[in-house]
């Protein structure tokens, strides 16, 4: 069978621990693209290890990244290229396969 994705340490903390300040961290360069950091820290608790969360937030307030750590684990994920232009094309007609004798 095929494992599942590890997801970001974030992604898993309880809708109550998200309410977590962000503290500024000032102006980050991404790939070019002017970005504004922020760091969020969650301690310790019974549901397990805390985790820190820096995201980075462009002009257009959508994510240029994210990281995570938390138990050992980092997640680091680059967000580019929104609202690309894209065209999808019909596969060719092809021919049916041939049952095997």
Do not use: H, K, M
């Not at 309410?19 to 549901?47: E, H, K, M, N």
């Amino acid at each position: 069978g095929l494992l599942q994705p590890i997801e970001p340490p974030f992604a898993d903390l309880p809708p109550d621990v998200r309410g977590f300040p962000a503290v500024p961290l000032g102006p980050i360069s991404i790939g070019g693209t002017p970005c504004d950091g922020y760091l969020v820290t969650v301690p310790d608790g019974p549901g397990g290890p805390g985790a820190e969360l820096t995201i980075a937030l462009g002009p257009d307030d959508l994510p240029c990244w994210t990281e995570t750590r938390s138990g050992g684990i980092a997640s680091l994920i680059i967000f580019s290229d929104y609202n690309t232009p894209l065209t999808i094309e019909a596969p060719p007609i092809g021919t049916a396969a041939t049952p095997a004798a």
